[in-house]
Structures are given as structure tokens and as C-alpha cells.
């Protein structure tokens, strides 16, 4: 199925804006992306960007206050900002005490953030970053997690769901999201459901004697009408895409075929800062993704339908007022 979404002939209901952007920046060698990245972001959305250094200990001790930061340090930082954030992003230094992650998270729970960035560090290959992987695992709001050269406007998107309550929230405000990272641009989408031997829906449908094409058929029909149920209010076109096969192959593999400029999706657990447990399934994808991945957090997407409620309460009374 091939799918369009035209603003002029919606309901007029805006994604939620995106007013502040966290990034947090390491002094290695994913900064220079994570930068321009934050920077990309923060001009497509017109969004106040706080950038976030840990300082490290020195000969045991944490430094305490930014003018403690080393010289060198500090002239690095300095540099990097200038070379690789672009002229007009209004934005913020921090240099704080304590490991990285934890840096982030207080920043964060300080400025309520409508996006995280943090890099995947460059000399891990495959890995991701313990610092990156630990503000995946606890992060309450979305975060894009830059691998690679990011996109400055992302206009091919991947959008890999599998049917439950918890993708169609990440599906619904990661695509919201990233129309707002593209500045409102066109996005052109492709839906992906892969069926793996071990997914229930397969099982069933084995055990039913279903033939191959009857469980493509059947499995095409839910992720149309799951897409068609779904989709944002933003400006897009697109198509669903069944493929048997194991999920994270399914999703690499086309994100590598499609030439994908970002990949969103949700992670499947809940909670805070203290407690989140990420998909398996979306940590293999963040971290050996060929592009940049935006993972959406369910607190976020629950806090995302909240807002559209009350706004399709509101909107036709405004309307009736003007």
C-alpha cells in the first residue's frame, strides 16, 4: 500500500513543537557529528540548544566548576563548538562534575528537554557508547542517536513497527518528531513489518496452514490498516512493506537498501531515568544502523496522546470563537 498525508486536508492539529534540544558532547571522536547534528536540529526547529560536558576527575577528583576544566580541555571544547555548530543556533555551554550519563540525565530533568542527542562513540565500531546506550536505556523523551554523517532535514525515513500499542505511539510521535526535524519538509516513509519464525502472528498462521503468500497478504492487511490508523498530521508520502524474516536483519537490510536518512522507532519498556528497559530489537538497530536512529520513548509518545486529546477537544471551539 502506498499512503499521502496532506496538510490542507487535515485536521490542522501541529506535532508537538520541539523548544529545547540537550546534546551532550564527549571530547572524542562523535562530537564533530553530535554538533553539527544538534545544530542541524536546532535550526530546523528554531529550538534553544543546551550542549553538556562531563568533566572528568582529575588525579582522583571531580572537577567542580567549569573554570576548573584543563586548558586544553577547555580550548577543545571552545574549537569545536566554533568549527562544527553552525552560525545562528542559540546556544548554551555546561560544563559539569560527575560521569557522563549522569550528567545528561540532571541536565536533563533541569531544562525538560524535547529532544536528546548523544553520538555513538567512533572508536567502538558496532558498539554504542556506554555513555549513549545508558541515556537510551533511561531517557524519559526522545532521543536521536547520531551515527554516521547526520542529514541536516531527514527526508528518507524507515519506520519499522510490529503491530503493538507501544510501536503505534513510537510510530505516531517518531514520525510527528521527525517532520520537525526535516523543518516540515515532505518526508518520504516506508513502514516495515517484518515476520519472524518466532512471531506469534507467524506461529498462528503456520499452525493454521497458512501458505507463504497467504501470511504476506494477511500480515499486509494489518500493517495497512495499523499505518492508516496511525500516521501524524504531517506532510508525507510513503508505503508499507511486509518481509519475512528476523526483525533486526529486516530492518538494517532496508535501511541499507533504501539509502534511509533516519531510522524511528520505539523502545519497548517503561519508566524513568532509574529504570527502562530498551527492546532488544531497537538495540541491535541503534547500534549497527547505517544512519541515525530516533527512539521514542513510551513515557514520551503517552505524553504526545495526552496533548492531541486535548487539543481535538479544544480546536473546534476555538474555531467556533474565531
Given at each position: 500500500?502506498?499512503?499521502r498525508r496532506d496538510p490542507d486536508k487535515l485536521s490542522g492539529l501541529a506535532p508537538r513543537p520541539v523548544n529545547r534540544v540537550l546534546a551532550g558532547v564527549a571530547l572524542d571522536g562523535s562530537d564533530e557529528r553530535v554538533l553539527a547534528a544538534a545544530g542541524a536540529v536546532s535550526l530546523a526547529t528554531g529550538a534553544q540548544?543546551?550542549?553538556?560536558?562531563?568533566?572528568?576527575?582529575?588525579?582522583?577528583?571531580?572537577?567542580?566548576?567549569?573554570?576548573?576544566?584543563?586548558?586544553?580541555?577547555?580550548?577543545?571544547?571552545?574549537?569545536?563548538?566554533?568549527?562544527?555548530?553552525?552560525?545562528?543556533?542559540?546556544?548554551?555551554?555546561?560544563?559539569?562534575?560527575?560521569?557522563?550519563?549522569?550528567?545528561?540525565?540532571?541536565?536533563?530533568?533541569?531544562?525538560?528537554?524535547?529532544?536528546?542527542?548523544?553520538?555513538?562513540?567512533?572508536?567502538?565500531?558496532?558498539?554504542?557508547?556506554?555513555?549513549?546506550?545508558?541515556?537510551?536505556?533511561?531517557?524519559?523523551?526522545?532521543?536521536?542517536?547520531?551515527?554516521?554523517?547526520?542529514?541536516?532535514?531527514?527526508?528518507?525515513?524507515?519506520?519499522?513497527?510490529?503491530?503493538?500499542?507501544?510501536?503505534?505511539?513510537?510510530?505516531?510521535?517518531?514520525?510527528?518528531?521527525?517532520?520537525?526535524?526535516?523543518?516540515?519538509?515532505?518526508?518520504?516513509?516506508?513502514?516495515?513489518?517484518?515476520?519472524?519464525?518466532?512471531?506469534?502472528?507467524?506461529?498462528?498462521?503456520?499452525?493454521?496452514?497458512?501458505?507463504?503468500?497467504?501470511?504476506?497478504?494477511?500480515?499486509?492487511?494489518?500493517?495497512?490498516?495499523?499505518?492508516?490508523?496511525?500516521?501524524?498530521?504531517?506532510?508525507?508520502?510513503?508505503?508499507?512493506?511486509?518481509?519475512?524474516?528476523?526483525?533486526?536483519?529486516?530492518?538494517?537490510?532496508?535501511?541499507?537498501?533504501?539509502?534511509?536518512?533516519?531510522?524511528?522507532?520505539?523502545?519497548?519498556?517503561?519508566?524513568?531515568?532509574?529504570?527502562?528497559?530498551?527492546?532488544?530489537?531497537?538495540?541491535?538497530?541503534?547500534?549497527?544502523?547505517?544512519?541515525?536512529?530516533?527512539?521514542?520513548?513510551?513515557?514520551?509518545?503517552?505524553?504526545?496522546?495526552?496533548?492531541?486529546?486535548?487539543?481535538?477537544?479544544?480546536?473546534?471551539?476555538?474555531?467556533?470563537?474565531?
Open positions: 500500500m502506498t499512503f540548544l543546551t550542549l553538556v560536558y562531563a568533566a572528568e576527575p582529575v588525579d582522583g577528583e571531580w572537577l567542580v566548576a567549569a573554570a576548573r576544566l584543563p586548558a586544553d580541555g577547555n580550548d577543545s571544547l571552545t574549537a569545536k563548538i566554533e568549527q562544527w555548530l553552525p552560525p545562528g543556533v542559540r546556544h548554551t555551554v555546561e560544563v559539569l562534575p560527575g560521569p557522563a550519563h549522569r550528567v545528561i540525565a540532571e541536565a536533563a530533568v533541569r531544562t525538560s528537554p524535547d529532544l536528546i542527542l548523544v553520538g555513538a562513540a567512533a572508536r567502538e565500531g558496532k558498539l554504542l557508547g556506554s555513555t549513549a546506550e545508558r541515556v537510551v536505556h533511561k531517557s524519559t523523551v526522545p532521543v536521536l542517536v547520531v551515527r554516521g554523517r547526520f542529514t541536516a532535514a531527514p527526508r528518507q525515513v524507515l519506520a519499522p513497527v510490529d503491530l503493538s500499542d507501544l510501536s503505534s505511539c513510537g510510530f505516531h510521535y517518531g514520525l510527528a518528531m521527525a517532520s520537525r526535524l526535516a523543518a516540515g519538509a515532505e518526508l518520504r516513509v516506508v513502514s516495515l513489518f517484518a515476520i519472524g519464525f518466532l512471531d506469534p502472528m507467524s506461529k498462528e498462521m503456520r499452525e493454521s496452514g497458512w501458505t507463504i503468500d497467504e501470511m504476506t497478504a494477511r500480515a499486509s492487511q494489518k500493517l495497512d490498516g495499523f499505518v492508516n490508523e496511525h500516521l501524524p498530521d504531517v506532510p508525507l508520502t510513503g508505503e508499507t512493506r511486509v518481509i519475512l524474516g528476523p526483525a533486526r536483519e529486516s530492518i538494517l537490510g532496508a535501511a541499507k537498501a533504501d539509502g534511509a536518512d533516519l531510522i524511528v522507532m520505539s523502545t519497548h519498556g517503561y519508566g524513568g531515568f532509574e529504570r527502562l528497559v530498551l527492546g532488544s530489537v531497537a538495540a541491535t538497530v541503534v547500534r549497527e544502523a547505517p544512519c541515525s536512529v530516533l527512539l521514542v520513548p513510551p513515557d514520551a509518545a503517552f505524553c504526545e496522546q495526552i496533548g492531541e486529546a486535548v487539543l481535538s477537544q479544544t480546536a473546534p471551539y476555538r474555531a467556533a470563537g474565531s
